[in-house]
């Protein structure tokens, strides 16, 4: 009974499972791209067969720390230590691919033994070829139709392929490996390391060897293999994004179920009357309902099981960021997707099954499908309100689900748009003309800039002068993520930061704290704040206008080049011309002349950035996501009305009515529902913003801006939902008889 029930009306019964397998499919690609970054790094880890990983506490990711090469001399004359090998990771840019990750080891170690060579010959044995030896994960080459003796374009070089080798996991076999020389010059990292790989002489040493260590080197972190994954902050914001956008199918695709579930109890009111005359009990109808929607959740949640491991293949063939993360499907991610699913059926099926086990038997038989005549005139004022308030709960359910759409939307595009308008703000506050960014750069944390580019910037015709900036990362107890610029105390660069309390940074060792981090740290001038593994000198506060500045903090560049592992590098370069109005001609000259950067103006800048452009892309399709599956809601609510009203709209046809006019009080029915989910979307959204940027790592980092644009944009996105759900039931209605309708039951 419960399938034919389904089947009955099958436009609703796909629609429904459409909106939930879009939610399910969501959630099974990016869990499975979330599980593909935690399996690499486990990979990483126990393939060397390590019985301990040391690397940087502070780190909010590998690819973020560093440990220097002394540490790794120091730990090799240790009694416990049997053997100790370094690698380097890094992210650049290759042939077809802006995320492109590259694993340096030492030839003759034994963590290089991890990756099994197929075909060629291993780096050790290629150490007399001509050129750079590489070896090419199999997904790789595969991906970009490379084999054993081609050549590959790397940032910063080009390499020769060796071998191509397999491990088994999809991060790493989506890469590459070069000698760790190599990984250090091509990452600009001179004798530094990600993390070492240390071989025990006997598992009773474990103990001893932590503490030693603990109380020689303040910001290092010994990890068992099985636990390194676990350490890394960036994988849990990953997993955290995914249960996020469980959530979010949960609420719009929760909406979508109760509306079509109810659609379908009003349907078959009469039905359920007769079965309670016949004896069935209460709770024999709010099992029927509940497994109608048990079942439809779960059929859906078998297609939208389907479509992510399509979507995430699709993903993984991506040249953006999360191309290079691998996918992993685990049972956990399954059952995940099956959780959630089954909370769907609960949460979309619980208030119809109740209403319907409510219905006293004759009431239900006397209830007449298809609702009354005469309705409401489209032409009197307040009819479309009056039409839609007849049904309160479906117009409720409705605008939740229009409502948590565009919440999604004005959340994540007010957070990444205040994040590129902090951007603009900088570069444009910073009183330069031009900004310089290592050109093929993936994203802005990876650009690298030798200091002898600067002083050929520099030399260039119509350059007054350029400053450079330097990035740095550190962690403290009262924030995960401290963000660290910087700056030449006398160049022009650092006039940027209004100096509130204290004085102006001059010399290395000192440290200017934003307004807001001096806050959240609960430190003030004169106090002194340990940073990896040096101390520094509160000597000022400044302000910006700008939150992510204000949540970060300024040292002298040579500091920040200390601290990066990156010393003679900055992160990009601010220009300032002679004549401003020559910007573009400069800005043209520089990029056909300095190979080695790209130049963009200030007011460019943001939007040019290869990480803001890959935020835009992950933004666009989650927005299209929520508006598909919103959309489809309303297409089943508006769907639902013209059937419910089938004899209202034959005894207005059998009056008189045109067909243009059924179509306008479908249509404007529509668009009031649009208009009121998007207002109501605007607000929730804004609240949604404002709870993310709770989370410590976002807060500092993050100040969500809502522009006359963005609101434009969103209502039209709502009003666009309301005219694309009411096309098909407003034809649909104008295609009616009168008579036919007349006689609907």
Avoid: C
Avoid at 71 to 79: C, K, N, Q, T
Avoid at 143 to 148: E, I, L, R, S
Avoid at 305 to 311: H, I, K, Q, T, Y
């Amino acid at each position: 009974m419960i399938w034919k029930n389904l089947f009955r009306r099958k436009g609703r019964t796909f629609l429904t499972l459409a909106g939930i397998a879009l939610g399910v499919a969501a959630i099974i690609a990016l869990g499975a791209l979330a599980s593909g970054m935690r399996a690499g790094y486990t990979s990483i880890a126990g393939g060397s067969e390590a019985d301990l990983i040391l690397s940087q506490a502070s780190a909010m990711d590998i690819t973020m720390g560093g440990v220097e090469e002394e540490v790794g001399a120091e730990l090799a004359s240790y009694p416990e230590v049997a053997a100790v090998d370094g690698m380097l990771m890094g992210n650049v840019q290759a042939e077809g691919s802006a995320y492109f990750f590259v694993f340096g080891y030492d030839p003759a170690g034994f963590a290089i033994g991890h990756y099994r060579i197929v075909e060629g010959q291993s780096l050790a044995e290629a150490q007399r070829v001509r050129g750079k030896p590489l070896l090419l994960g199999r997904a790789a080459a595969q991906g970009m139709g490379k084999t054993v003796g081609d050549t590959l374009r790397l940032t910063g070089g080009t390499f020769r392929i060796v071998g191509i080798y397999e491990t088994g996991d999809g991060l790493e076999d989506g890469g590459a490996v070069i000698s760790l020389d190599e990984a250090q010059s091509l990452l600009l990292q001179p004798r530094r390391v990600s993390m070492y790989y240390l071989r025990l002489r006997s598992p009773e040493d474990d103990v001893r060897l932590r503490q030693r260590v603990e109380r020689s080197f303040d910001d290092l972190i010994f990890s068992a293999t099985n636990e390194f994954a676990d350490r890394q902050e960036m994988i849990v914001y990953m997993e955290a994004f995914g249960w996020g956008i469980a959530v979010l199918a949960i609420l719009i695709g929760g909406v979508g179920m109760t509306n079509a579930l109810f659609m379908s109890v009003f349907e078959r009111t009469r039905e359920i009357g007769l079965l309670r005359a016949v004896g069935w009990r209460r709770g024999q109808v709010l099992a029927l309902v509940l497994g109608e929607s048990l079942a439809l959740s779960l059929l859906g949640g078998a297609l939208g099981s389907a479509l992510g491991v399509v979507a995430a293949s699709a993903l993984r063939g991506s040249t953006g960021f999360l191309g290079m993360m691998g996918s992993h499907f685990t049972p956990g991610l399954f059952v995940q997707a099956l959780v959630t699913v089954l909370v769907l059926g609960l949460v979309g099926g619980a208030y119809p099954a109740w209403w319907a086990s409510r219905l006293l038997p004759l009431e239900a038989l006397r209830y007449e499908g298809g609702g009354g005549g005469g309705g409401a005139s489209p032409r009197l004022p307040g009819a479309t309100l009056r039409n839609l308030w007849r049904r309160r709960t479906r117009t409720a359910l409705t605008l939740l689900g229009i409502a948590v759409a565009i919440a999604a939307i004005v959340a994540l595009t007010g957070l990444v748009d205040g994040f590129t308008d902090d951007l603009t703000a900088m570069a444009r506050g910073s009183n330069v003309d031009l900004m310089a960014l290592e050109r093929d750069a993936s994203d802005t944390g990876y650009s690298t800039i030798d200091e002898r580019v600067g002083a050929r910037l520099e030399a260039m015709p119509g350059v007054e002068g350029v400053a450079g900036i330097g990035f740095a990362f550190a962690s403290t107890p009262k924030t995960p993520l401290l963000f660290l610029m910087g700056y030449n105390p006398r160049e022009f660069g650092i006039e940027h930061f209004r100096i509130v309390e204290g004085r102006p940074l001059e010399t290395n060792r000192q440290i200017i704290l934003g307004r807001q981090a001096a806050e959240t740290l609960e430190v003030g001038v004169g106090d002194t704040l340990r940073l990896l593994e040096s101390t520094f000198r509160v000597v000022g506060i400044y302000e910006t206008g700008v939150s992510w500045e204000e949540g970060s903090a300024v040292v002298s560049l040579r500091d920040a080049q200390r601290l990066a592992g990156r010393p003679h590098q900055v992160s990009m370069y601010g220009i300032r011309l002679r004549d401003p109005e020559q910007s573009e001609a400069v800005r043209d000259e520089l990029n056909a002349t300095v190979d080695e950067v790209d130049v963009s103006l200030t007011a460019e800048f943001a939007e040019n950035l290869p990480d803001m452009q890959a935020s835009q892309g992950l933004l666009d399709n989650i927005s299209f996501l929520a508006v598909l599956i919103g959309g489809l809601g309303m297409l089943n609510t508006m769907l639902m009305s013209v059937l419910e009203r089938t004899r209202e709209i034959g005894v207005l046809r059998a009056l008189g009515w045109r067909r243009r006019q059924v179509v306008g009080m479908i249509l404007q029915e529509a668009l009031a529902l649009g208009l009121a989910g998007g207002l109501l979307g605007l607000l929730l959204g804004t609240g949604l913003a404002w709870a993310i940027t709770l989370a410590p790592a976002v807060g500092s980092m993050m100040a969500p801006q809502y522009s006359p644009v963005l609101m434009a944009r969103v209502l039209a996105i709502a009003l666009g939902m309301g005219i694309a759900g009411g096309l098909y039931p407003a034809w649909r209605a104008t295609r009616m008889s009168p008579v036919e309708a007349l006689r609907y039951e």
